[in-house]
């Protein structure tokens, strides 16, 4: 039972490139949540999902696009890399209570 | 605008001592508070929780006390152990909202 994967654990991109952040839950969840957390910051919501096909936009929901086409996985795309959004992101999850249940994270640096 | 403020960002207690960590916010609309934990390199995970009709709740070594008044909130560790070293962050839920507001979070050193 892995709970929560994120994919990948690192990357490194260039300024304009695009790439996807899978996030993967084997808990039968149906919320789903993408954040970002810069240094000295706390975690900011960017989309979140309440099940299989919806989503919806976060606190920073610009630069980025995501979808949730199998209840399992949640992608978090950005199509045009910029400096700022240079950060480390989590997905997280939850069912009926109010817990969220975080993966490891992404460490992300646009150059 | 800040609607949840943890207003020290870093603390340092000796072990076996009691931790405190504050937690201010301004959305009386918040009906849930949770805590989580955070250690480097990891995502953060769940610590304790408080309804909004409670004043207190308490999980072993973890209590969290609401003062709904005051808007402010509290965790209480006791005994500080040095496995207790990690990010702290209070997150309130916004009443009927799916989403969670973080704080930016305190620094808990216990010092063996």
């Known amino acids: 039972n892995a709970g929560v994967t994120q994919t990948p654990k690192f990357r490194v991109l260039k300024t304009g490139q695009s790439m996807t952040l899978l996030c993967a839950q084997d808990m039968n969840h149906e919320y789903m949540y993408w954040y970002r957390q810069d240094p000295g910051m706390g975690l900011r919501l960017i989309h979140y999902s309440v099940g299989e096909g919806t989503t919806a936009k976060g606190e920073v929901p610009d630069g980025y696009n995501v979808s949730r086409l199998k209840k399992q996985n949640f992608l978090l795309g950005l199509e045009s890399a910029a400096p700022s959004q240079t950060s480390v992101y989590f997905c997280?999850?939850?069912?009926?209570?109010?817990?969220?249940?975080f993966g490891p994270g992404t460490r992300l640096t646009v150059t | 605008d800040q609607q949840v403020k943890q207003n020290s960002p870093s603390l340092s207690v000796q072990e076996g001592r009691i931790s405190i960590l504050n937690c201010d916010y301004t959305n009386s609309m918040f009906d849930y508070f949770l805590w989580y934990k955070k250690y480097p390199a990891e995502g953060p995970t769940f610590l304790i929780s408080i309804s909004s009709i409670k004043d207190k709740n308490e999980d072993g070594r973890f209590t969290v006390f609401l003062n709904k008044s005051a808007k402010h909130l509290s965790l209480h560790i006791v005994p500080s152990q040095p496995g207790d070293s990690a990010v702290y962050f209070c997150?309130?839920?916004?009443?009927?909202?799916?989403?969670?507001?973080f704080g930016k979070g305190t620094k808990l050193t216990v010092n063996p």
């Open positions: 997280a999850t939850r069912t009926g209570s109010y817990e969220q249940y």
């Open positions: 997150a309130p839920r916004g009443g009927g909202s799916e989403k969670l507001v």
